[in-house]
Nanobody, 124 residues
């Protein structure tokens, strides 16, 4: 069982930066692949970024490549999403999710545990 709590969302101007954090409970965090997803008003939830259990493999949606960086600290049970050069279209509720153990996926249907989400609003 993994419990996830996101933080770090807020209001930022276009071109600005935010870092999202996701705190995970449980002693098995290091065996879980992790992902960030987002859902904008009136739209379906979409994949943003993923990272393998050891951090050696990452993947990104085309829309955020070169601007967002996913990382993790297994010693602290933490997942991060550094978001730079933010655009108004990045406005959404951002969720972290866990899939495990030792299974990597970019498909949200395969993620077993979800946080409650944190709002990111980018003004133009």
């Amino acid at each position: 069982q993994v419990q996830l709590v996101e933080s770090g969302g807020g209001l930022v101007q276009a071109g600005g930066s935010l870092r999202l954090s996701c705190a995970a409970s449980g002693r098995t965090f290091s065996s879980y692949s992790m992902g960030w997803f987002r859902q904008a008003p009136g739209k379906e939830r979409e994949s943003v970024a993923h990272i393998s259990w050891g951090g050696g493999r990452t993947s990104y949606a085309d829309s955020v490549k070169g601007r967002f960086t996913i990382s993790r600290d297994n010693g602290k049970n933490m997942l991060y999403l550094q978001m730079n050069s933010l655009k108004p279209e990045d406005t959404a509720v951002y969720y972290c999710a866990a899939r495990g153990p030792f299974r990597y996926s970019e498909n949200e249907d395969n993620y077993e545990y979800w946080g409650q989400g944190t709002q990111v609003t980018v003004s133009s």
